[in-house]
């Protein structure tokens, strides 16, 4: 799995973080996804869509996408401390409409929803 910046124009669907969680960093950043932020929500996209991509886009706005195709209609965005904006692109490029499935906690996520 590989993040890239990315260069299209996006608007994502905007998401509360959890606020009982520390303050994200630069340094801190991967310890905290692996092992520390416990709250997700699971995300779909329209049934028709088969193969997309999925990307956020933190405070600072600069968006970032995950290399990976997923081809699940559902997957699942770990939240840190900051409120963030998720968005899913064909691979085309075109923007996705999202919709929210739930919130719930990590460790009660299905094995079958992707999770990034």
């Known amino acids: 799995m590989?993040?890239?910046t990315y260069s299209g124009r996006v608007d994502g669907l905007p998401l509360k973080g959890d606020p009982e969680m520390p303050p994200t960093t630069w340094?801190?950043?991967?310890?905290?996804r692996a092992?520390?932020?416990?709250?997700?929500?699971?995300?779909?996209?329209?049934?028709?869509?088969?193969?997309?991509r999925v990307g956020f886009i933190p405070g600072n706005g600069i968006a970032e996408y995950n290399t990976n195709i997923i081809r699940a209609p559902r997957f699942a965005v770990k939240h840190g401390r900051?409120?963030?904006?998720?968005?899913?692109?064909m691979l085309d490029g075109t923007?996705?409409?999202l919709k929210i499935a739930c919130r719930m906690e990590v460790l009660f996520l299905p094995n079958s929803v992707p999770e990034l």
Request: hydrophobic content about 55%.
């Open 82 to 89: 900051e409120d963030c904006r998720f968005f899913a692109v």
């Open 95 to 97: 923007e996705l409409p």
């Open 35 to 52: 092992f520390v932020w416990k709250q997700a929500t699971i995300l779909m996209v329209p049934p028709e869509v088969k193969e997309y």
């Open 27 to 32: 340094w801190n950043a991967w310890f905290l």
């Open 2 to 4: 590989a993040w890239r």
